[in-house]
Every structure is written in structure tokens, then in C-alpha cells.
């Protein structure tokens, strides 16, 4: 991608985009991600932490004795493009578990509905408190 290119999409907001039809360009295969061995929490989400939220999830981090430098983000859409790793928590937040993940999985309402919410936070502690 030029230099050119880039400055559109910053411009427009946009931080990262992926093909819809992939399977549409002959001879394309699309390339697995691989995650950094200092990767211990994946959060799959629809949206990317920011301000409060991620506020919130640094604390959540802190519970579990991580560190944000420890965990990644990435969209639900992207999670087949992992290739093998050895990471230890994924957080579903605001999608759909999926149940090949065989890493220890905790499942919530969207980042932003849990802060200031008793009940899905006490609901995130336990699924972490069974692990521990």
C-alpha cells in the first residue's frame, strides 16, 4: 500500500480493513495471524476498548494479574484467521463464543454495558473465579 493510500484511509477513520470475497481473487490465500508469545488475553469484540471502557478493562486485566502489554484485541470476524498459539484467556465481549477455543473463555455483554452494571459484572468475576 503507498504512502498516499494510507493517509486516505487514516483520514477516513479507517485503522484496518479486510476483503469481503477473498475467494474472489484467484490465487489469493489470506494470511494467518500470529500472535506474540506475550499475548495471555484475547478480546474478541465488535468494538475496540477506548476512554472508560478500556479504563475498565485494564482493571479487569489487573484481577486476573495481566497487564495491558498482555492482552490483544481483534473483531469477531477475525478470530479464523488465527494461526496456532498458546494463549491462556479469550474474552467474548458483545459476540458469539465460539467453541473451538480451547484456552480459558469468559463471555460478556458489549465492554461499555458492563461498567456501572452490578449484575454483569458479578456475572464476568465468576466465570473468572472458576478458573482461579
Known amino acids: 500500500m503507498t504512502q498516499q493510500e494510507q493517509q ?11 476483503i469481503a470475497h477473498p475467494e474472489r481473487l484467484l490465487g489469493y490465500s489470506t494470511p494467518e495471524w500470529v500472535l506474540p508469545e506475550s499475548c495471555q488475553l484475547l478480546l474478541v469484540s465488535p468494538q475496540l476498548p477506548q476512554g472508560a471502557t478500556a479504563v475498565m478493562f485494564e482493571r479487569v486485566l489487573k484481577s486476573i494479574n495481566l497487564s495491558l502489554e498482555q492482552a490483544l484485541h481483534i473483531y469477531p470476524e477475525q478470530l479464523g484467521l488465527l494461526s496456532q498459539h498458546s ?22 455483554p458489549l465492554l461499555e454495558e458492563i461498567d456501572g452494571n452490578t449484575q454483569h459484572r458479578r456475572s464476568l468475576w465468576q466465570q473468572i473465579c472458576t478458573y482461579q
Request: with cysteine; glycine share 6%; charged share 25%.
Open 87 to 108: 494463549i491462556e484467556w479469550v474474552w467474548f465481549a458483545g459476540c458469539d463464543k465460539n467453541k473451538e477455543v480451547t484456552a480459558k473463555t469468559l463471555t460478556s
Open 8 to 18: 486516505y484511509l487514516h483520514e477516513m477513520g479507517i485503522q484496518s480493513y479486510e
